[in-house]
C-alpha cells in the first residue's frame, strides 16, 4: 500500500521561510515524478512545482519562481519544497503527489499523479 505524507506546515510571517517535505512508501520512488500543489479555501488546486524522477529537471508556477525550489533524495523517498519570501497568496493547503508519467518539463495535471497525501497548511500572515 502507498503513503505518501507531507509534513513542515506552519504559521508563518510575510517575508519569511519554510520547508516542507514529503515522504512516499510502498513504490518505487526512483519511479516517480513527483508534484507539489496548493489549494486555498475557495479556490481549486494548483500545480506548484514538479521534479522528474531523477531530480535534474524541475518546473515552477510562474507565481512562485525564484521563491519555491522543489528537490528530492532518492535515497530517503523524500521530496522538499523550500519556500521563501513567503507572501499572504501563498496561504493554502500543500499537497504532494508521485505520478508515474514522464512530465518532462512541465508541471503536471492533477489527473497525472496517482499517489497523493493529505496535505499539510501553510499560511502566511501580514
Known amino acids: 500500500q502507498v503513503h505518501v505524507v507531507e509534513s513542515g506546515g506552519a504559521l508563518v510571517q510575510a517575508g519569511g521561510s519554510l520547508n516542507l517535505s514529503c515522504t512516499a512508501s510502498?513504490?518505487?520512488?526512483?519511479?516517480?515524478?513527483m508534484g507539489w500543489f496548493r489549494q486555498a479555501p475557495g479556490k481549486e488546486r494548483e500545480a506548484v512545482a514538479s521534479i522528474s524522477r531523477n531530480g535534474y529537471i524541475t518546473s515552477y508556477a510562474d507565481s512562485v519562481k525564484g521563491r519555491f525550489t522543489i528537490s528530492r533524495d532518492n535515497s530517503k523517498n523524500t521530496v522538499y519544497l523550500q519556500m521563501t519570501s513567503l507572501k499572504p497568496d501563498d496561504t493554502a493547503m500543500y499537497y504532494c503527489?508521485?505520478?508515474?508519467?514522464?512530465?518532462?518539463?512541465?508541471?503536471?495535471?492533477?489527473?497525472?499523479?496517482?499517489?497523493w497525501g493529505q496535505g499539510t497548511q501553510v499560511t502566511v500572515s501580514l
Open positions: 503527489a508521485a505520478g508515474q508519467r514522464k512530465l518532462l518539463g512541465r508541471l503536471g495535471l492533477s489527473s497525472e499523479f496517482q499517489y
Open positions: 510502498g513504490l518505487v520512488f526512483g519511479d516517480y515524478d
